[in-house]
C-alpha cells in the first residue's frame, strides 16, 4: 500500500513551507547560535522533522521511521565510512612522521598562507573531490592545513569555501550522471550547461577564498596568483565538461591548476608575504614517502572508479536490500514529476559502494610501504575509530534528517515555493539545488531530490530545461559549504586542538559566504536565460 506525497497540507504553499522549515531552522538555530553540540542538534532536528512528517504532512509513521533509519543508514556508509578512512590516511601519514615532510614541501612552494590556501584548499581539494567526493575533500584539505600552522577554524573555513566549485563534477561526475538518469535529458548537454557556468566561479572562488582568510587588502596582494590559479582551473573545466563529458572534469582541471600556481610562483613571488606558519622540524630525507599515502589513496580511489574495475568488482560482490516499509511505498506526484512514481529505497551494497573502501585499501597498503607492521596498523585503525565515534553519530543523525525530510516532501514544498516565482524562476533556479545540497549534503541528492521539479517548471514556463535542470547542480554546490555533513566533517578534521571550533562556530564563519555565492549564480542563470541566450546549450 502506498502513500503519495502532499506538498501543500495546509492549503496554503506559504504556511506549508514556513511549517516544513521548522526542522531546518531549528537545527541551524541550535548550532549557530545556542552552541549546542552537532549531535544534540542533530537529534533535535530528527525529531521536529518527525513530528511534522507524521502529523502535518501525515506520513504513515512506520514509513516515516523507516525513513530515517535509511537515512541513517547511508550516513554511516557510506559517507562515515569515507570520513573515517580519510581521516585514517591522514592519521598514518602524521604517525610516520612523512606528514612532516610534506609540510615542508608544500611549505617550499611559497611561505606565504594565502598560496597554501590556494594550492590546498582549493587545487587540491578540487583533485580529491574529482576522485572520491562525499566529504574527503574537506577532512584531507582541513587535516593539511592544520599541520602547516593554519589555526582550526581557518583551515576548516578555507576547506569548506575552497570545496564549491568542483562539486558538481565531483566523484567521476557522480552528480550529473544522476541527473540525466533521474530526467532523462542528455548527459552530454547537461555537462556542457553546467561548464558553462561553473567556470566564472572557478575563476571567483580563489579571490573569494583568500578574501575571506586575510581580507580583501591582504588578497589584493596575491592577486595575480589568484588569477592564475581560477583562470587555469576554469578553462580547463570549460574545456573537459564541453568536450569530453563529466568523469574527469576536476582531476584534470585540479591537475593543471596545480602545476600552473607551482609554476607562477617560480617567477613570481608576493610583495608582501601574510604570516608565516610554524612547520615541524623535519628528520627524514626521502621527500617522496612523504606523498605515498596521498598517491596511494589518490590511486587507489582514481582505478576504483574506472568503468572495467566497477564491473569486475561488482561482479564479485553487488547486492541491494530492499528497506522494508519503505521501498516502493512513497509515490511521488505531479508537479514534481510528470506522472507519479513510486520511489526506491534500498541499502546498497556492492564493491564500489564506498569510495572509503578504496581510501582503506590506500592507507594499509602505504603503511606496509612505510614499515608499519599489520598489528601496528590495525591498532592505529582502532584508535582513528574511537576518536571519530562521536562525528559518526552526528553524521547519521544529519543523513536520517534529510532523508525523512526528502521521503515525507517536506524539502520538496519549499522548493515548489520557490518554483512557483514565474519569470523570477530563473534566478530561483540554483538556489533551490542550494537547498537541496543545504538539506541533504550531496549535490547528487539535490539532483535526485529537485531534477524532475527543475524540468517540469521550465516547461511550464517555456524556459530551456537543460538550463534550469543543470542550475540546480550548479547551484547547488554552493550549499556544499553548510550542509550540516560537511560542517561536522570539517570540525572533525580540524579537531584535537587547543582552538579547534565546534561545528556551530564553522556554520557561522561560512554561512553568508554560501547565500552570496548562491545569489550570484542566480544572477547568472538569470542573465544566461533572458540577456545571454548563446551561452545556452541548443
Avoid at 97 to 113: K, P, T, Y
Avoid at 153 to 159: G, M, T
Avoid at 255 to 262: D, P, R
Avoid at 387 to 401: D, G, H, Y
Wanted: net charge positive; with cysteine.
Amino acid at each position: 500500500m502506498t502513500w503519495s506525497q502532499n506538498y501543500d497540507p495546509l492549503g496554503s504553499l506559504i504556511l506549508s513551507s514556513l511549517v516544513a522549515a521548522v526542522p531546518v531552522v531549528v537545527l541551524l538555530g541550535l548550532l549557530a547560535f545556542w552552541h549546542v553540540r552537532a549531535q544534540l542538534a542533530a537529534g533535535a532536528g530528527l525529531i521536529v522533522a518527525l513530528v511534522i512528517a507524521i502529523f502535518v504532512y501525515h506520513m504513515p509513521a512506520t514509513m516515516a521511521g523507516m525513513a530515517a533509519v535509511n537515512g541513517a543508514l547511508f550516513g554511516l556508509f557510506p559517507i562515515g565510512w569515507i570520513v573515517l578512512n580519510a581521516m585514517f590516511v591522514y592519521n598514518l601519514s602524521v604517525e610516520t612522521g612523512q606528514f612532516a615532510v610534506l609540510q615542508r614541501q608544500i611549505a617550499s612552494v611559497s611561505s606565504d598562507r594565502r598560496i597554501q590556501a590556494l594550492l590546498i584548499a582549493f587545487a587540491f581539494g578540487a583533485f580529491i573531490e574529482g576522485a572520491a567526493g562525499f566529504g574527503a575533500p574537506v577532512a584531507i584539505t582541513g587535516a593539511l592545513m592544520i599541520g602547516l600552522g593554519f589555526k582550526p577554524l581557518e583551515a576548516a573555513k578555507l576547506a569548506l569555501i575552497g570545496n564549491t566549485a568542483p562539486v558538481a563534477f565531483g566523484s567521476l561526475g557522480t552528480p550529473l550522471t544522476t541527473l540525466a538518469d533521474i530526467t532523462g535529458l542528455d548527459l552530454m548537454s547537461l555537462s556542457a550547461m553546467v561548464g558553462r557556468q561553473l567556470p566564472i566561479f572557478s575563476l571567483i572562488v580563489p579571490f573569494w577564498l583568500v578574501a575571506a582568510q586575510v581580507g580583501v587588502r591582504g588578497m589584493l596582494g596575491v592577486w595575480p596568483a589568484c588569477f592564475v590559479t581560477g583562470a587555469s582551473f576554469g578553462v580547463m573545466q570549460f574545456v573537459m565538461s564541453n568536450y569530453h563529458g563529466p568523469w574527469l572534469v576536476d582531476i584534470v582541471s585540479a591537475v593543471v591548476a596545480m602545476a600552473v600556481l607551482v609554476l607562477f610562483m617560480k617567477v613570481w613571488k608576493p610583495k608582501a608575504a601574510a604570516e608565516k606558519p610554524v612547520t615541524a622540524e623535519v628528520r627524514e630525507a626521502s621527500p617522496w614517502k612523504a606523498w605515498l599515502p596521498w598517491v596511494f589513496l589518490t590511486a587507489f580511489v582514481f582505478c576504483w572508479g574506472m568503468p572495467a574495475a566497477k564491473s569486475g568488482l561488482n561482479g564479485v560482490f553487488n547486492r541491494e536490500i530492499e528497506v522494508p516499509m519503505l521501498h516502493k511505498m512513497v509515490e511521488r506526484v505531479p508537479p514534481v514529476v510528470v506522472h507519479a512514481e513510486v520511489e526506491k529505497a534500498v541499502f546498497k551494497f556492492n564493491a564500489l559502494s564506498a569510495t572509503g573502501t578504496a581510501a582503506m585499501l590506500a592507507g594499509m597498503a602505504a603503511g606496509l610501504c612505510l614499515g608499519l607492521s599489520p598489528k601496528r596498523l590495525l591498532k592505529l585503525y582502532g584508535v582513528t575509530i574511537w576518536k571519530l565515534r562521536v562525528p559518526l553519530l552526528t553524521i547519521s543523525l544529519m543523513l536520517a534528517l534529510g532523508y525523512v525530510t526528502r521521503y515525507s516532501g517536506t524539502d520538496t514544498t519549499m522548493g515548489l515555493m520557490m518554483a512557483s516565482t514565474g519569470w523570477m524562476f530563473p534566478f530561483f533556479s540554483p538556489l533551490i539545488g542550494w537547498l537541496g545540497v543545504a538539506l541533504t549534503g550531496s549535490d547528487t541528492s539535490s539532483n535526485v531530490l529537485f531534477g524532475n521539479l527543475q524540468q517540469v517548471t521550465a516547461n511550464q514556463l517555456q524556459l530551456s530545461p537543460i538550463h534550469m535542470a543543470a542550475s540546480n547542480s550548479s547551484g547547488g554546490v554552493m550549499g556544499k559549504m553548510i550542509d550540516a555533513q560537511s560542517i561536522v566533517v570539517a570540525a572533525v578534521a580540524t579537531g584535537g586542538h587547543p582552538e579547534s571550533p565546534d561545528a556551530g562556530t564553522v556554520l557561522r564563519s561560512v554561512f553568508w559566504h554560501s547565500v552570496a555565492l548562491a545569489l550570484l549564480m542566480g544572477v547568472l542563470v538569470m542573465v544566461q536565460a533572458y540577456w545571454l541566450p548563446w551561452m545556452l546549450v541548443k
